[in-house]
DNA sequence: GTGGTCTAGACCACC
DNA sequence: GTGGTCTAGACCACG
Protein backbone atom coordinates (compact mmCIF):
# COMPACT_ATOMS: atom_id res chain seq x y z
CA UNK A 1 0.00 0.00 0.00
CA UNK A 2 0.91 3.53 -0.96
CA UNK A 3 1.20 6.24 1.40
CA UNK A 4 1.66 9.71 0.26
CA UNK A 5 1.99 12.69 2.31
CA UNK A 6 1.28 16.32 1.34
CA UNK A 7 3.92 18.25 3.34
CA UNK A 8 2.55 21.56 2.25
CA UNK A 9 -0.87 20.46 3.50
CA UNK A 10 -2.19 22.30 7.00
CA UNK A 11 -3.57 18.71 8.10
CA UNK A 12 -1.06 17.07 10.21
CA UNK A 13 1.16 14.30 9.06
CA UNK A 14 0.22 11.74 11.19
CA UNK A 15 -3.13 12.83 10.60
CA UNK A 16 -2.65 12.11 7.27
CA UNK A 17 -1.11 8.66 7.82
CA UNK A 18 -4.00 7.65 9.86
CA UNK A 19 -6.99 8.43 7.23
CA UNK A 20 -4.58 7.08 4.68
CA UNK A 21 -4.42 3.29 6.58
CA UNK A 22 -8.19 3.20 7.48
CA UNK A 23 -8.69 4.31 3.80
CA UNK A 24 -6.40 1.39 2.63
CA UNK A 25 -8.26 -1.11 5.50
CA UNK A 26 -12.05 0.11 3.61
CA UNK A 27 -11.18 -0.70 0.21
CA UNK A 28 -8.95 -4.57 1.52
CA UNK A 29 -5.54 -3.71 0.98
CA UNK A 30 -4.67 -3.99 4.30
CA UNK A 31 -6.74 -7.16 5.59
CA UNK A 32 -7.22 -8.42 8.87
CA UNK A 33 -4.75 -9.43 10.64
CA UNK A 34 -2.03 -7.78 8.64
CA UNK A 35 1.10 -6.64 9.49
CA UNK A 36 2.04 -2.64 8.67
CA UNK A 37 5.52 -1.39 8.70
CA UNK A 38 7.78 -0.97 11.49
CA UNK A 39 7.36 2.62 12.94
CA UNK A 40 11.57 3.01 11.93
CA UNK A 41 10.81 1.25 8.54
CA UNK A 42 7.82 3.62 7.66
CA UNK A 43 9.51 6.48 9.03
CA UNK A 44 12.30 6.24 6.66
CA UNK A 45 10.47 5.25 3.65
CA UNK A 46 8.45 8.48 3.64
CA UNK A 47 11.11 10.68 5.10
CA UNK A 48 9.16 12.08 8.38
CA UNK A 49 9.96 11.33 12.37
CA UNK A 50 10.03 8.22 14.00
CA UNK A 51 7.70 10.11 16.14
CA UNK A 52 5.22 10.96 14.05
CA UNK A 53 4.00 7.30 12.88
CA UNK A 54 4.23 5.98 16.01
CA UNK A 55 1.54 8.68 17.22
CA UNK A 56 -0.88 7.84 14.25
CA UNK A 57 -0.58 4.03 14.96
CA UNK A 58 -1.40 4.93 18.64
CA UNK A 59 -4.33 7.16 17.24
CA UNK A 60 -5.48 3.87 15.36
CA UNK A 61 -4.91 1.61 18.00
CA UNK A 62 -6.82 3.71 20.60
CA UNK A 63 -9.95 3.95 18.08
CA UNK A 64 -9.83 0.19 17.51
CA UNK A 65 -8.38 -0.12 14.05
CA UNK A 66 -5.37 -2.00 15.00
CA UNK A 67 -3.43 -3.41 17.89
CA UNK A 68 0.19 -3.17 18.71
CA UNK A 69 2.37 -6.08 19.54
CA UNK A 70 5.65 -5.28 21.21
CA UNK A 71 6.83 -7.86 19.34
CA UNK A 72 4.66 -8.09 15.98
CA UNK A 73 5.10 -4.27 15.95
CA UNK A 74 1.44 -2.95 14.68
CA UNK A 75 -1.51 -5.13 13.01
CA UNK A 76 -4.57 -4.65 11.91
CA UNK A 77 -7.58 -5.66 14.47
CA UNK A 78 -9.93 -8.58 13.86
CA UNK A 79 -12.49 -6.87 14.38
CA UNK A 80 -13.34 -3.41 13.28
CA UNK A 81 -13.92 -0.74 15.96
CA UNK A 82 -17.19 0.13 17.53
CA UNK A 83 -19.21 2.84 16.28
CA UNK A 84 -19.90 4.62 19.56
CA UNK A 85 -22.04 7.57 20.50
CA UNK A 86 -19.36 9.32 20.14
CA UNK A 87 -18.63 8.37 17.17
CA UNK A 88 -21.66 9.34 15.59
CA UNK A 89 -22.26 12.46 17.55
CA UNK A 90 -19.17 13.58 15.87
CA UNK A 91 -19.76 11.91 12.63
CA UNK A 92 -23.38 13.82 12.84
CA UNK A 93 -21.31 17.17 13.67
CA UNK A 94 -19.01 16.91 10.40
CA UNK A 95 -21.62 16.05 8.14
CA UNK A 96 -23.88 18.26 9.16
CA UNK A 97 -21.47 20.93 8.45
CA UNK A 98 -19.89 19.56 5.14
CA UNK A 99 -23.46 19.17 4.34
CA UNK A 100 -24.42 22.92 4.83
CA UNK A 101 -21.34 24.21 2.90
CA UNK A 102 -22.55 22.54 0.03
CA UNK A 103 -26.05 23.35 -0.22
CA UNK A 104 -24.84 26.91 0.22
CA UNK A 105 -22.44 26.02 -2.70
CA UNK A 106 -25.47 25.25 -4.99
CA UNK A 107 -24.42 21.33 -4.82
CA UNK A 108 -27.73 19.76 -5.05
CA UNK A 109 -29.01 16.89 -2.78
CA UNK A 110 -29.22 14.16 -5.42
CA UNK A 111 -25.74 15.34 -6.72
CA UNK A 112 -24.00 15.03 -3.24
CA UNK A 113 -25.83 11.64 -2.15
CA UNK A 114 -24.86 9.92 -5.93
CA UNK A 115 -21.02 10.88 -4.86
CA UNK A 116 -21.44 9.62 -1.68
CA UNK A 117 -22.96 6.40 -3.33
CA UNK A 118 -20.01 6.29 -5.94
CA UNK A 119 -17.57 6.01 -2.81
CA UNK A 120 -19.48 3.42 -1.02
CA UNK A 121 -19.32 1.27 -3.85
CA UNK A 122 -15.56 1.34 -4.41
CA UNK A 123 -15.13 0.59 -1.17
CA UNK A 124 -17.42 -2.30 -1.56
CA UNK A 125 -16.20 -3.52 -4.81
CA UNK A 126 -12.21 -3.14 -3.90
CA UNK A 127 -12.79 -5.37 -0.58
CA UNK A 128 -14.93 -8.10 -2.69
CA UNK A 129 -12.32 -8.22 -5.19
CA UNK A 130 -9.61 -8.78 -2.53
CA UNK A 131 -11.43 -11.24 -1.06
CA UNK A 132 -11.92 -13.26 -4.52
CA UNK A 133 -8.68 -13.07 -4.97
CA UNK A 134 -7.27 -14.95 -2.18
CA UNK B 1 -28.59 33.23 15.80
CA UNK B 2 -27.07 31.27 18.82
CA UNK B 3 -23.43 30.37 18.62
CA UNK B 4 -22.35 27.73 21.12
CA UNK B 5 -18.81 27.44 21.87
CA UNK B 6 -16.97 24.47 23.16
CA UNK B 7 -13.83 25.75 24.63
CA UNK B 8 -12.59 21.73 25.21
CA UNK B 9 -12.61 20.88 21.90
CA UNK B 10 -9.78 20.70 19.68
CA UNK B 11 -11.23 22.61 17.23
CA UNK B 12 -10.24 26.20 17.32
CA UNK B 13 -12.78 28.53 17.93
CA UNK B 14 -12.21 30.80 14.88
CA UNK B 15 -12.97 27.51 12.97
CA UNK B 16 -16.38 26.60 15.10
CA UNK B 17 -17.75 29.99 14.49
CA UNK B 18 -17.17 30.03 10.52
CA UNK B 19 -18.52 26.30 10.65
CA UNK B 20 -21.80 27.57 13.24
CA UNK B 21 -22.13 30.58 10.63
CA UNK B 22 -22.41 28.55 7.81
CA UNK B 23 -24.85 26.42 9.11
CA UNK B 24 -26.74 29.36 9.81
CA UNK B 25 -26.62 30.39 6.54
CA UNK B 26 -28.06 26.90 5.14
CA UNK B 27 -30.62 27.13 7.51
CA UNK B 28 -31.58 30.71 6.77
CA UNK B 29 -31.70 31.93 10.01
CA UNK B 30 -28.66 34.08 9.03
CA UNK B 31 -30.48 35.92 5.43
CA UNK B 32 -28.67 37.49 2.45
CA UNK B 33 -27.57 40.79 3.70
CA UNK B 34 -28.28 40.66 7.09
CA UNK B 35 -25.66 41.64 9.16
CA UNK B 36 -23.63 39.87 11.74
CA UNK B 37 -22.74 41.24 15.33
CA UNK B 38 -19.83 43.52 15.38
CA UNK B 39 -16.47 41.90 16.24
CA UNK B 40 -16.35 43.88 19.59
CA UNK B 41 -20.45 42.82 20.83
CA UNK B 42 -19.98 39.10 19.81
CA UNK B 43 -16.92 38.75 21.09
CA UNK B 44 -18.50 39.80 24.05
CA UNK B 45 -21.15 37.85 23.87
CA UNK B 46 -19.26 34.88 23.60
CA UNK B 47 -16.60 35.77 26.28
CA UNK B 48 -13.68 35.40 23.95
CA UNK B 49 -11.19 38.05 22.15
CA UNK B 50 -12.60 40.12 19.50
CA UNK B 51 -9.72 39.00 17.35
CA UNK B 52 -10.88 35.80 17.20
CA UNK B 53 -14.00 36.95 16.05
CA UNK B 54 -12.69 38.70 13.28
CA UNK B 55 -10.50 35.87 12.01
CA UNK B 56 -13.64 33.78 11.62
CA UNK B 57 -15.16 36.68 9.94
CA UNK B 58 -11.89 37.43 7.57
CA UNK B 59 -11.83 33.55 6.64
CA UNK B 60 -15.38 33.58 5.75
CA UNK B 61 -14.73 36.67 4.39
CA UNK B 62 -12.42 35.28 1.61
CA UNK B 63 -14.23 32.35 1.31
CA UNK B 64 -17.32 34.38 -0.20
CA UNK B 65 -19.55 34.13 2.52
CA UNK B 66 -19.51 37.24 4.16
CA UNK B 67 -18.74 40.61 2.91
CA UNK B 68 -17.12 43.86 5.28
CA UNK B 69 -18.33 47.26 4.89
CA UNK B 70 -16.36 49.36 6.77
CA UNK B 71 -19.72 51.39 7.67
CA UNK B 72 -22.03 48.35 9.06
CA UNK B 73 -19.56 45.67 9.92
CA UNK B 74 -19.97 42.04 8.19
CA UNK B 75 -22.98 41.32 6.25
CA UNK B 76 -23.90 37.61 4.66
CA UNK B 77 -23.15 38.14 0.94
CA UNK B 78 -25.69 38.60 -1.90
CA UNK B 79 -24.34 35.94 -3.82
CA UNK B 80 -23.05 32.39 -2.35
CA UNK B 81 -19.72 31.51 -2.78
CA UNK B 82 -18.44 29.45 -5.75
CA UNK B 83 -18.09 25.59 -5.66
CA UNK B 84 -14.35 26.18 -7.46
CA UNK B 85 -12.03 23.04 -8.12
CA UNK B 86 -10.40 23.38 -5.08
CA UNK B 87 -13.79 23.09 -3.09
CA UNK B 88 -14.66 19.78 -4.89
CA UNK B 89 -11.24 18.53 -4.66
CA UNK B 90 -11.23 18.99 -0.87
CA UNK B 91 -14.78 17.55 -0.10
CA UNK B 92 -13.79 14.73 -2.52
CA UNK B 93 -11.40 13.79 -0.09
CA UNK B 94 -13.01 15.07 2.87
CA UNK B 95 -16.41 12.59 2.03
CA UNK B 96 -14.02 9.28 1.06
CA UNK B 97 -12.19 9.50 4.68
CA UNK B 98 -15.48 9.71 6.08
CA UNK B 99 -17.43 7.00 3.91
CA UNK B 100 -14.04 4.57 4.41
CA UNK B 101 -14.44 5.04 8.58
CA UNK B 102 -18.19 4.81 8.72
CA UNK B 103 -18.01 1.65 6.11
CA UNK B 104 -15.52 0.15 8.54
CA UNK B 105 -17.29 0.43 11.30
CA UNK B 106 -20.07 -1.27 9.92
CA UNK B 107 -22.39 1.80 8.55
CA UNK B 108 -24.78 0.67 5.88
CA UNK B 109 -24.54 2.79 2.46
CA UNK B 110 -28.50 3.10 2.86
CA UNK B 111 -28.26 4.65 6.47
CA UNK B 112 -25.32 6.67 5.48
CA UNK B 113 -26.82 8.07 2.73
CA UNK B 114 -29.94 8.63 4.64
CA UNK B 115 -28.76 10.68 7.33
CA UNK B 116 -27.52 13.03 4.25
CA UNK B 117 -30.78 13.38 3.23
CA UNK B 118 -32.49 14.05 6.32
CA UNK B 119 -29.65 17.13 6.55
CA UNK B 120 -30.15 18.37 3.42
CA UNK B 121 -34.05 18.04 3.59
CA UNK B 122 -33.30 20.15 6.94
CA UNK B 123 -31.99 23.11 5.30
CA UNK B 124 -34.02 23.33 2.56
CA UNK B 125 -37.50 23.20 4.76
CA UNK B 126 -35.46 25.21 7.24
CA UNK B 127 -34.81 27.88 4.62
CA UNK B 128 -38.31 27.16 3.19
CA UNK B 129 -39.97 28.23 5.96
CA UNK B 130 -38.07 31.01 6.68
CA UNK B 131 -38.91 32.30 3.37
CA UNK B 132 -42.54 31.75 3.11
CA UNK B 133 -42.72 33.33 6.97
CA UNK B 134 -40.85 36.92 5.74
CA UNK C 1 -19.79 62.44 -15.12
CA UNK C 2 -21.04 59.13 -13.22
CA UNK C 3 -19.03 57.88 -10.41
CA UNK C 4 -19.33 54.27 -8.86
CA UNK C 5 -18.08 53.70 -5.51
CA UNK C 6 -17.72 50.01 -4.41
CA UNK C 7 -19.04 49.87 -0.87
CA UNK C 8 -17.40 46.22 -0.57
CA UNK C 9 -14.15 47.47 -1.59
CA UNK C 10 -11.22 47.59 0.69
CA UNK C 11 -10.23 51.03 -0.73
CA UNK C 12 -11.45 54.02 1.55
CA UNK C 13 -14.43 55.79 -0.57
CA UNK C 14 -12.54 59.15 -0.63
CA UNK C 15 -9.63 57.04 -2.44
CA UNK C 16 -12.60 55.57 -4.55
CA UNK C 17 -13.69 59.29 -5.52
CA UNK C 18 -10.28 60.61 -6.08
CA UNK C 19 -9.35 58.46 -8.21
CA UNK C 20 -12.39 58.72 -10.33
CA UNK C 21 -12.12 62.31 -10.01
CA UNK C 22 -8.66 62.11 -11.86
CA UNK C 23 -9.82 59.32 -14.58
CA UNK C 24 -12.53 61.79 -15.66
CA UNK C 25 -10.23 65.09 -15.67
CA UNK C 26 -7.74 62.33 -17.90
CA UNK C 27 -10.69 61.28 -20.38
CA UNK C 28 -11.51 65.02 -20.45
CA UNK C 29 -15.00 64.59 -19.20
CA UNK C 30 -13.92 66.73 -16.32
CA UNK C 31 -12.57 70.36 -18.03
CA UNK C 32 -10.34 72.94 -16.70
CA UNK C 33 -12.25 75.38 -14.82
CA UNK C 34 -15.60 72.86 -14.52
CA UNK C 35 -17.12 73.36 -11.14
CA UNK C 36 -17.88 69.82 -9.78
CA UNK C 37 -20.72 69.04 -7.79
CA UNK C 38 -21.07 70.74 -3.90
CA UNK C 39 -20.34 68.31 -1.11
CA UNK C 40 -23.17 68.57 -0.30
CA UNK C 41 -24.87 67.80 -3.67
CA UNK C 42 -22.29 64.73 -4.25
CA UNK C 43 -22.83 63.32 -0.78
CA UNK C 44 -26.23 63.02 -1.18
CA UNK C 45 -26.32 61.20 -4.59
CA UNK C 46 -23.80 58.88 -4.04
CA UNK C 47 -25.54 57.99 -0.42
CA UNK C 48 -21.84 58.73 1.85
CA UNK C 49 -21.01 60.77 4.22
CA UNK C 50 -20.20 64.35 3.73
CA UNK C 51 -16.94 64.94 5.63
CA UNK C 52 -16.12 61.51 3.00
CA UNK C 53 -16.43 64.02 -0.44
CA UNK C 54 -14.81 67.08 1.71
CA UNK C 55 -11.86 64.77 1.96
CA UNK C 56 -11.71 63.74 -1.68
CA UNK C 57 -11.58 66.94 -3.04
CA UNK C 58 -9.40 68.05 0.13
CA UNK C 59 -6.48 65.76 -1.31
CA UNK C 60 -6.94 67.08 -4.53
CA UNK C 61 -6.78 70.17 -4.04
CA UNK C 62 -3.39 69.02 -1.94
CA UNK C 63 -2.34 67.57 -5.09
CA UNK C 64 -3.12 70.55 -7.43
CA UNK C 65 -5.69 68.98 -9.45
CA UNK C 66 -8.76 71.15 -7.99
CA UNK C 67 -9.15 74.99 -6.11
CA UNK C 68 -11.54 75.03 -3.89
CA UNK C 69 -13.47 78.23 -3.73
CA UNK C 70 -15.94 79.37 -0.82
CA UNK C 71 -18.78 80.85 -3.26
CA UNK C 72 -18.17 78.37 -6.26
CA UNK C 73 -16.78 75.62 -4.70
CA UNK C 74 -14.50 73.02 -5.94
CA UNK C 75 -13.47 73.28 -9.53
CA UNK C 76 -10.82 71.59 -11.88
CA UNK C 77 -7.67 73.62 -11.65
CA UNK C 78 -6.46 75.57 -14.97
CA UNK C 79 -3.37 74.02 -14.61
CA UNK C 80 -2.43 70.70 -14.11
CA UNK C 81 -0.55 69.08 -11.01
CA UNK C 82 3.14 69.24 -10.90
CA UNK C 83 5.01 66.01 -11.42
CA UNK C 84 7.32 66.59 -8.20
CA UNK C 85 9.96 64.75 -7.26
CA UNK C 86 7.47 63.14 -4.27
CA UNK C 87 5.31 61.71 -7.29
CA UNK C 88 8.13 60.38 -9.05
CA UNK C 89 9.39 58.47 -6.38
CA UNK C 90 6.18 57.04 -5.41
CA UNK C 91 5.70 56.04 -8.93
CA UNK C 92 8.51 54.34 -9.26
CA UNK C 93 7.92 52.54 -5.62
CA UNK C 94 4.73 51.66 -7.03
CA UNK C 95 5.39 51.05 -10.73
CA UNK C 96 8.35 48.68 -9.69
CA UNK C 97 6.12 46.63 -7.40
CA UNK C 98 3.42 45.71 -10.06
CA UNK C 99 5.61 44.82 -12.68
CA UNK C 100 7.17 42.45 -10.45
CA UNK C 101 4.30 40.97 -9.67
CA UNK C 102 2.95 40.75 -12.94
CA UNK C 103 6.82 39.23 -14.09
CA UNK C 104 6.18 36.58 -11.35
CA UNK C 105 2.56 35.61 -13.02
CA UNK C 106 3.77 35.20 -15.68
CA UNK C 107 3.08 38.60 -18.09
CA UNK C 108 5.21 39.70 -20.76
CA UNK C 109 6.73 42.52 -20.80
CA UNK C 110 5.51 42.86 -24.28
CA UNK C 111 1.97 42.36 -23.12
CA UNK C 112 2.00 44.80 -19.96
CA UNK C 113 3.25 47.83 -22.30
CA UNK C 114 0.81 46.87 -25.04
CA UNK C 115 -2.00 47.62 -21.90
CA UNK C 116 -0.22 50.42 -21.32
CA UNK C 117 -0.15 51.78 -24.41
CA UNK C 118 -3.68 50.86 -24.46
CA UNK C 119 -4.90 53.00 -21.73
CA UNK C 120 -2.52 55.67 -22.47
CA UNK C 121 -4.27 56.18 -26.22
CA UNK C 122 -7.90 55.75 -24.60
CA UNK C 123 -6.94 58.80 -22.61
CA UNK C 124 -5.40 60.96 -25.44
CA UNK C 125 -8.94 59.72 -27.49
CA UNK C 126 -10.79 60.87 -25.37
CA UNK C 127 -9.85 64.43 -24.97
CA UNK C 128 -9.10 65.10 -28.49
CA UNK C 129 -12.59 63.92 -28.93
CA UNK C 130 -13.69 66.22 -26.61
CA UNK C 131 -12.27 69.01 -27.43
CA UNK C 132 -13.24 69.12 -30.72
CA UNK C 133 -17.00 68.44 -30.00
CA UNK C 134 -16.80 71.94 -28.25
CA UNK D 1 17.98 39.52 1.16
CA UNK D 2 17.72 43.11 2.98
CA UNK D 3 14.38 43.94 3.59
CA UNK D 4 13.65 48.01 4.48
CA UNK D 5 10.56 48.73 6.74
CA UNK D 6 9.44 52.36 6.46
CA UNK D 7 7.42 53.03 9.92
CA UNK D 8 6.71 56.54 8.93
CA UNK D 9 4.81 55.39 5.86
CA UNK D 10 0.83 54.38 5.85
CA UNK D 11 1.30 51.42 3.90
CA UNK D 12 1.27 48.51 6.92
CA UNK D 13 3.93 47.17 7.41
CA UNK D 14 2.90 43.35 6.68
CA UNK D 15 2.08 44.86 3.09
CA UNK D 16 5.71 46.65 2.71
CA UNK D 17 7.04 42.58 3.71
CA UNK D 18 4.55 41.42 0.95
CA UNK D 19 5.73 43.87 -1.70
CA UNK D 20 9.64 43.71 -1.03
CA UNK D 21 9.88 39.73 -1.18
CA UNK D 22 7.15 39.81 -4.25
CA UNK D 23 10.59 42.28 -5.43
CA UNK D 24 12.73 39.50 -4.68
CA UNK D 25 11.04 36.72 -5.76
CA UNK D 26 11.01 38.45 -9.08
CA UNK D 27 14.94 39.81 -9.01
CA UNK D 28 15.92 36.19 -8.24
CA UNK D 29 17.04 36.67 -4.82
CA UNK D 30 14.57 34.71 -3.52
CA UNK D 31 14.72 31.66 -5.18
CA UNK D 32 12.21 28.20 -5.77
CA UNK D 33 12.19 25.87 -2.84
CA UNK D 34 14.31 29.12 -0.63
CA UNK D 35 13.66 29.25 2.81
CA UNK D 36 12.44 32.71 4.24
CA UNK D 37 13.51 33.82 8.41
CA UNK D 38 11.37 31.98 10.63
CA UNK D 39 8.70 34.68 11.67
CA UNK D 40 10.12 34.91 14.95
CA UNK D 41 14.03 35.60 12.91
CA UNK D 42 12.92 37.98 10.80
CA UNK D 43 10.30 40.14 13.08
CA UNK D 44 13.84 40.08 15.60
CA UNK D 45 16.07 41.49 12.70
CA UNK D 46 13.50 44.08 11.41
CA UNK D 47 12.44 44.77 15.27
CA UNK D 48 8.60 44.22 14.38
CA UNK D 49 5.99 41.73 15.97
CA UNK D 50 5.99 38.24 14.94
CA UNK D 51 2.41 38.60 14.61
CA UNK D 52 2.92 41.34 11.52
CA UNK D 53 5.95 39.12 9.72
CA UNK D 54 3.34 36.26 9.93
CA UNK D 55 0.70 38.00 8.33
CA UNK D 56 2.54 38.73 5.54
CA UNK D 57 3.44 35.57 5.35
CA UNK D 58 0.24 33.95 5.54
CA UNK D 59 -0.64 36.56 2.87
CA UNK D 60 1.66 35.96 0.49
CA UNK D 61 0.58 31.64 1.07
CA UNK D 62 -2.85 32.69 0.34
CA UNK D 63 -1.23 34.13 -2.81
CA UNK D 64 0.45 31.21 -4.04
CA UNK D 65 3.45 32.82 -3.63
CA UNK D 66 4.97 30.60 -0.80
CA UNK D 67 4.41 27.47 0.81
CA UNK D 68 4.36 27.02 4.91
CA UNK D 69 5.80 23.86 6.27
CA UNK D 70 5.51 22.65 9.35
CA UNK D 71 8.88 21.50 9.74
CA UNK D 72 10.94 24.02 7.39
CA UNK D 73 8.57 27.58 7.73
CA UNK D 74 8.33 29.49 4.42
CA UNK D 75 9.54 28.80 1.53
CA UNK D 76 8.99 30.56 -1.78
CA UNK D 77 6.51 28.34 -4.05
CA UNK D 78 8.19 25.96 -6.63
CA UNK D 79 5.53 27.24 -8.40
CA UNK D 80 4.36 30.81 -9.42
CA UNK D 81 0.72 31.97 -8.72
CA UNK D 82 -1.91 32.42 -11.60
CA UNK D 83 -2.70 35.41 -13.34
CA UNK D 84 -6.01 34.85 -12.59
CA UNK D 85 -9.41 36.71 -13.79
CA UNK D 86 -9.26 38.86 -10.79
CA UNK D 87 -5.58 39.36 -10.89
CA UNK D 88 -5.84 41.14 -14.65
CA UNK D 89 -9.14 43.04 -13.48
CA UNK D 90 -7.17 44.66 -10.75
CA UNK D 91 -4.34 44.79 -12.44
CA UNK D 92 -6.27 46.59 -14.83
CA UNK D 93 -7.59 49.54 -12.46
CA UNK D 94 -4.19 50.29 -10.61
CA UNK D 95 -3.12 50.45 -14.01
CA UNK D 96 -5.63 52.68 -15.42
CA UNK D 97 -5.25 54.91 -12.54
CA UNK D 98 -1.63 55.28 -12.60
CA UNK D 99 -1.94 55.94 -16.22
CA UNK D 100 -4.81 58.60 -16.04
CA UNK D 101 -2.30 60.27 -12.89
CA UNK D 102 0.76 60.40 -15.18
CA UNK D 103 -1.00 61.49 -17.92
CA UNK D 104 -2.83 64.33 -16.41
CA UNK D 105 0.99 65.19 -14.75
CA UNK D 106 2.39 65.75 -18.78
CA UNK D 107 4.23 62.26 -18.52
CA UNK D 108 4.23 61.26 -21.48
CA UNK D 109 3.44 57.91 -23.65
CA UNK D 110 6.77 56.87 -24.12
CA UNK D 111 8.34 57.91 -21.26
CA UNK D 112 5.95 55.97 -19.25
CA UNK D 113 6.87 52.78 -21.70
CA UNK D 114 10.27 53.52 -21.34
CA UNK D 115 10.28 53.37 -17.49
CA UNK D 116 8.17 49.86 -17.62
CA UNK D 117 10.46 48.46 -19.93
CA UNK D 118 13.13 49.33 -17.45
CA UNK D 119 11.58 48.02 -14.88
CA UNK D 120 10.80 44.80 -16.38
CA UNK D 121 14.57 44.36 -18.12
CA UNK D 122 15.51 44.84 -14.82
CA UNK D 123 14.10 41.69 -13.13
CA UNK D 124 14.49 39.69 -16.14
CA UNK D 125 18.22 40.69 -16.61
CA UNK D 126 18.41 39.67 -12.42
CA UNK D 127 17.11 36.52 -12.36
CA UNK D 128 19.25 35.69 -15.75
CA UNK D 129 22.95 36.62 -14.18
CA UNK D 130 21.59 34.35 -11.07
CA UNK D 131 20.71 31.83 -12.75
CA UNK D 132 24.46 31.56 -14.63
CA UNK D 133 26.06 32.41 -11.41
CA UNK D 134 24.14 29.01 -9.61
C1' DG E 1 -19.50 53.52 15.76
C1' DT E 2 -16.86 50.10 12.60
C1' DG E 3 -12.82 47.11 11.31
C1' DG E 4 -7.54 47.22 10.56
C1' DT E 5 -3.04 47.18 12.43
C1' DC E 6 0.43 46.48 15.74
C1' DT E 7 2.42 45.04 20.06
C1' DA E 8 3.38 41.83 23.88
C1' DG E 9 3.23 37.65 25.77
C1' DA E 10 1.23 33.15 26.55
C1' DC E 11 0.36 28.23 25.42
C1' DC E 12 -0.05 24.54 22.23
C1' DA E 13 0.53 21.06 18.35
C1' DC E 14 3.61 19.27 15.37
C1' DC E 15 8.01 17.50 14.09
C1' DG F 1 12.84 24.19 16.53
C1' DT F 2 8.53 25.67 13.67
C1' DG F 3 3.96 28.05 12.98
C1' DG F 4 -0.98 28.35 14.96
C1' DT F 5 -4.09 30.10 18.31
C1' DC F 6 -5.73 33.05 21.81
C1' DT F 7 -5.64 36.93 24.94
C1' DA F 8 -5.21 41.84 26.24
C1' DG F 9 -4.85 46.26 25.19
C1' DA F 10 -3.46 50.07 22.32
C1' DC F 11 -3.93 53.33 18.38
C1' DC F 12 -5.61 54.56 13.93
C1' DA F 13 -8.44 55.32 9.57
C1' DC F 14 -12.83 55.56 7.96
C1' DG F 15 -17.48 57.22 7.91
Same mark, same amino acid.
Given at each position: %???? #? +????? %? ?5 ? $???? #? ?5 ? =? ?8 ? !???? @? *? +??? #????? !??? @??? !? ?9 ? $? $??? @?? !? ?8 ? =?????? =? ?6 ? @? +? ?15 ? #??? +? ?6 ? =?? *??? $?
Amino acid at each position: %MILK #I +DFESE %MPIYEQL $RRQI #IEGIARG =ELNIGEELPS !VRQL @A *E +DIG #INLHT !VNK @AYN !VLKDEGYLVID $R $RKG @AM !VKDTFPKATK =EYYDSL =EKELKFIV @A +DAYCRGMGKDEFLKQCE #IYF +DEYIESRR =ER *ENG $R
